[in-house]
T-cell receptor, first 113, second 115 residues
Framework: NAGVTQTPKFRVLKTGQSMTLLCAQDMNHEYMYWYRQDPGMGLRLIHYSVGEGTTAKGEVPDGYNVSRLKKQNFLLGLESAAPSQTSVYFC????????????FGPGTRLTVL | GESVGLHLPTLSVQEGDNSIINCAYSNSASDYFIWYKQESGKGPQFIIDIRSNMDKRQGQRVTVLLNKTVKHLSLQIAATQPGDSAVYFCAEKVLGGGATNKLIFGTGTLLAVQP
């Protein structure tokens, strides 16, 4: 099993450009999450999904949209990128609500100029 | 990634020594406390968790201690190895109320193991 994979690994955008980050998991997990990680701030939850076709806002959702059309995929979109969205983005999945272990992907480093 | 370690508290230990990484939490209602390890350039990896009604839990070479009186959590690593060098995060989880397994992460501690 590949676990959780993220595409792309690196990306540089100009302010105002849009892009989509793709997360895929092959563990048949119901729950998926998008986090951003900034220096000295730990991980902050952007959006999450409790199953195919559902999404919900996390701690820092502004400027992002998500979709979960297929159970194995969770997409994070930036419609109009801003320099404040420069960060490392991590996707994670977990099998259920009561499991504490989340499985993380390798991350996407995004720079917005 | 490599920028994760910037501005973080750092614990430097000699290979073979025991390491103690500390974490203070603020939410008395948290039901679980979890430790994650993040190596440079990788995503976080689950280490161990402890329920709030426990004081201690042991895993392979790791022990987590919970002191609810002072809202303090610690991760002890026995016989620290170079492969233990990483950023360690504590996280809290509150059950119920639609929390849906959301974790609140701390800012992390960088463990540097000296050979």
């Amino acid at each position: 099993n590949a676990g959780v994979t993220q595409t792309p690994k690196f990306r540089v955008l100009k302010t105002g450009q849009s892009m989509t980050l793709l997360c895929a998991q092959d563990m048949n997990h119901e729950y998926m999450y998008w986090y951003r990680q900034d220096p000295g701030m730990g991980l902050r939850l952007i959006h999450y999904s409790v199953g195919e076709g559902t999404t919900a806002k996390g701690e820092v959702p502004d400027g992002y949209n998500v979709s979960r059309l297929k159970k194995q995929n969770f997409l994070l979109g930036l419609e109009s990128a801003a320099p404040s969205q420069t960060s490392v983005y991590f996707c994670a999945s977990s099998p259920s609500d009561w499991k504490n272990e989340q499985f993380f992907g390798p991350g996407t480093r995004l720079t917005v100029l | 990634g490599e920028s994760v370690g910037l501005h973080l508290p750092t614990l430097s230990v000699q290979e073979g020594d025991n390491s103690i990484i500390n974490c203070a939490y603020s939410n008395s209602a948290s039901d679980y406390f979890i430790w994650y390890k993040q190596e440079s350039g990788k995503g976080p990896q689950f280490i161990i968790d402890i329920r709030s009604n426990m004081d201690k839990r042991q895993g392979q070479r790791v022990t987590v201690l919970l002191n609810k009186t002072v809202k303090h959590l610690s991760l002890q690593i026995a016989a620290t190895q170079p492969g233990d060098s990483a950023v360690y995060f504590c996280a809290e989880k509150v059950l119920g109320g639609g929390a849906t397994n959301k974790l609140i992460f701390g800012t992390g501690t960088l463990l540097a193991v000296q050979p």
